[in-house]
Structures are given as C-alpha cells and as structure tokens.
C-alpha cells in the first residue's frame, strides 16, 4: 500500500505562494488518481484539485480556478499543489490522497497552510 507525506506548508501574506509537495512510498504513484484536499477548521473537508495518472485529466474546484496547478512527476513519486494569490480564506490543513478503484482511500498527515498578515 502506498503513504503519503505532504510537505510545504505554513504562514504566507495574503498574495503569496506556496508549494505544496506530497510524496509517496511504498508503491509507484504512476497509476493513482491523485487530489488535494482541504479542510478548515469548523469546516467539512473539500476537494480542492484532482489529477489523473497521465496528468491529462484535471479538475479544480471553482475557489482556487487560476490561482492552483496541480501536477505530478512519476518519477519522482510525487504531486504538487502550486498555490498563487493566496486569500485568507485558503487558510486550512490541506491533504493530498490516493484513489484506487474510483474511491479516495489513502490519505496524507496533513500540511497546515496560513494565510494572514
């Protein structure tokens, strides 16, 4: 089964950017449908991007459209979260997870992004 480790998160100013990367091990990340996934506190957790295994297929969810870039490199095993012009309501605990068989059901700790001045 594969694990996943997000890193590249913390406090930006509003306006700001910040790369998120998540990394797995254990097995090639090449065939997963990969996501981001965000959830703040008092909030229910929301998809936030979504990336096929050839990267051809990608879906945003309509907050961060022009502003996040989801993208993967298989080789390296690992998915990125591009974030530009970041807003404070961005602040949350962003996931990254592994779908198999349609269904999302490997999750990442965690990485904990701020967005404040």
């Known amino acids: 089964q594969v694990q996943l480790v997000e890193s590249g998160g913390g406090l930006v100013q509003p306006g700001g950017s910040l790369r998120l990367s998540c990394l797995a091990s254990?097995?090639?990340?090449?065939?997963?449908?990969m996501g981001w996934f965000r959830q703040a506190p008092g909030k229910e957790r929301e998809s936030v991007a979504a990336?096929?295994?050839?990267?051809?297929?990608?879906y945003y969810a309509e907050s961060v459209k022009g502003r996040f870039t989801i993208s993967r490199d298989n080789a390296k095993n690992t998915v990125y979260l591009q974030m530009n012009s970041l807003k404070p309501e961005d602040t949350a605990v962003y996931y990254c997870?592994?779908?198999?068989?349609?269904?999302?059901?490997?999750w990442g700790q965690g990485t904990q992004v701020t967005v404040s001045s």
């Open positions: 997870a592994a779908a198999e068989n349609g269904k999302y059901n490997t």
């Open positions: 254990g097995r090639a990340l090449s065939t997963y449908r």
């Open positions: 990336i096929n295994w050839s990267g051809y297929m990608i």
